[in-house]
């Protein structure tokens, strides 16, 4: 199932940068002002891009990079965690017509005495401020 989830997202960036056919640029972002909130392993998340590569060509944009995080995860085991927890993870954001986004993270899952630490993909919608 990851492999076809990494192959559906390298067949969206492709497609996603085969589209306009306006100037290219390439440029470092501190903060990009970019707000998500999306699903990953069981729980939900809200983030804000953070340090990125940005790749843009006309109304569109694509930042790879680091994605400073709140995961919002109920814990049902007899020790519970915290539900809010910080996290930094790092993914693609695809922005269109300058405001709506779409981000696929990836997020490590640390290691529990029952299961191995592994990362996880998500999926979450945003808006550009």
Do not use: H
Not at 12 to 34: D, H, N, P, R, Y
Not at 49 to 69: A, D, E, F, V
Request: glycine letters at 10%; hydrophobic letters at 40%.
């Amino acid at each position: 199932m990851p492999t076809l989830k990494t192959t559906f997202t390298l067949i969206f960036l492709c497609f996603f940068l085969a589209q306009a056919q306006e100037e290219k640029k390439v440029s470092i972002q501190l903060f990009q002002g970019t707000v998500v909130a999306g699903y990953v392993d069981q729980g939900a998340y809200i983030n804000c891009t953070g340090p990125s590569i940005k790749y843009s060509k006309g109304g569109k944009q694509i930042l790879l990079g680091l994605l400073p995080s709140i995961k919002i995860k109920q814990d049902r085991s007899t020790v519970k965690n915290s539900t809010f927890m910080p996290s930094l993870g790092f993914g693609a954001t695809a922005t269109f017509f300058r405001k709506f986004a779409v981000q696929i993270p990836a997020f490590y899952v640390p290691k529990t005495a029952s299961a191995n630490g592994s990362w996880k993909l998500g999926v979450g919608i945003g808006y550009t401020l």
